[in-house]
């Protein structure tokens, strides 16, 4: 199993190469994508998403939030901020996610290297078709 970042998805869903893009389409064929939830409402944050998507991407299983999960993220994005002036709140809730799973997060942000280094949380950096 693996999770997919708003990066990958962006580019996925806008035809951009790249090899998490051929990673997320092999996942999807095998069935093997959990959708973090923050993944999935910033993605359909988009006004421009057509319908048929948004309910493709609703269809697909959602990584469950376990007792604790907001504490552990807020003590993740702290441990973050200690080392470094930025942390997003939305990557350290994702990043939680995954951890709490044990699962991978395949991205194109170099931002979640952060995560890795601070907790351990397995990256798969995938990038852009040059």
Do not use: H
């Not at 973090?36 to 991407?57: C, F, H, I, R």
């Not at 504490?71 to 350290?92: F, M, S, T, W």
């Not at 809730?93 to 997060?105: H, V, W």
């Amino acid at each position: 199993m693996i999770a997919v970042d708003t990066s990958t998805w962006i580019a996925f869903l806008q035809g951009d190469g790249g090899e998490d893009a051929q990673l997320l389409d092999t996942a999807l064929e095998d069935r093997q994508v959990l959708m973090a939830p923050v993944v999935l409402t910033e993605v359909l944050s988009d006004p421009n998403l057509p319908a048929d998507v948004a309910q493709t991407l609703t269809q697909l299983p959602l990584i469950e939030i376990r007792p604790g999960y907001w504490q552990r993220a807020g003590a993740l994005r702290a441990k973050v901020l200690a080392k470094r002036p930025k942390a997003r709140l939305g990557d350290a809730l994702i990043a939680q996610s995954c951890i709490d799973r044990g699962i991978p997060l395949l991205t194109r942000d170099r931002d979640f290297r952060a995560f890795a280094e601070a907790a351990g949380l397995d990256l798969v950096i995938g990038a852009a078709k040059a």
